[in-house]
């Protein structure tokens, strides 16, 4: 069965240095989102991507955050300059956007992000 | 703006016993999605129902049941005879129109006991 992977599982970075984390959407998706959970929080949205740009961001997408398509495969969120309250899990999700199971988001297993 | 209310934090039950775990949505508009998800210890989460806002026909899957209630902005999760690996956060979440975010609520503890 198809789904979302994440690269990496965990990492750990130090105050100030630029992440970038990974995912692999399914395959013939085309909605990408990004969300975060900070431990023990409920899941909040940060932005989401269609058709090589962002269709919609929440107040946390601020200007250290940013998406990218490299290519026909990875979805990247980058933090620039992470601060500690960046430290939380993130998911990635995609959706198909044609057909029955359309409007479902599927989630990838998450990064979770230590800053130091 | 969109909210969505989960007001049990967490439930504690023994094995087989029957669940039900309570979500409460605010919208103004009239087309929505409602979903639950389920994120186990291990962290992922785990699609489990969809409804559409104009689909009020509840379902039964196994051990799981959906009651929509449009008249008190309600969609409700029951699980029947509990297990231990039903243990995990249940997240209720809600999307209008097609393309936009996921609004979750802060999520259920479920902890079933052997």
């Known amino acids: 069965e198809p789904e979302v992977t994440q690269t990496p599982s965990h990492q750990v970075t130090q105050m100030g240095q630029e992440v970038i984390l990974r995912c692999v959407p399914i395959s013939n998706h085309l909605y990408f989102y990004w969300y975060r959970q900070i431990l023990g929080q409920k899941v909040e949205f940060l932005v989401s991507?269609?058709?090589?740009?962002?269709?919609?961001k929440s107040e946390i997408f601020d200007d250290q955050f940013s998406v990218e398509r490299p290519d026909g495969s990875n979805f990247t969120l980058k933090i620039r300059s992470t601060k500690l309250e960046d430290s939380a899990m993130y998911f990635c999700?995609?959706?198909?956007?044609?057909?029955?199971?359309?409007?479902?988001?599927?989630f990838g297993p998450g990064t979770r992000l230590t800053v130091t | 703006a969109q909210k969505v209310t989960q007001a049990q934090t967490e439930i504690s039950v023994v094995e087989k016993e029957d669940v039900t775990l309570d979500c409460v949505y605010e919208?103004?508009?009239?087309?929505?999605?409602l979903f639950w998800y389920k994120q186990p210890p291990s962290g992922e989460l785990v699609f489990l129902i969809r409804?559409?806002?104009?689909?009020?026909q509840n379902e039964i899957s196994g051990r799981y049941s959906w009651n929509f209630q449009k008249s008190t902005s309600s969609f409700n999760f029951t699980i029947t005879a509990s297990q231990v690996v039903d243990s995990a956060v249940y997240f209720c979440a809600l999307k209008v129109g097609a393309n936009s975010k996921l609004t979750f609520g802060k999520g259920i503890t479920l902890s079933v006991r052997p």
């Open positions: 999700a995609s959706r198909a956007g044609t057909g029955v199971w359309a409007y479902e988001q599927y």
């Open positions: 991507f269609y058709n090589n740009e962002i269709s919609e």
């Open positions: 919208t103004r508009d009239t087309t929505y999605y």
């Open positions: 409804r559409n806002s104009f689909d009020e």
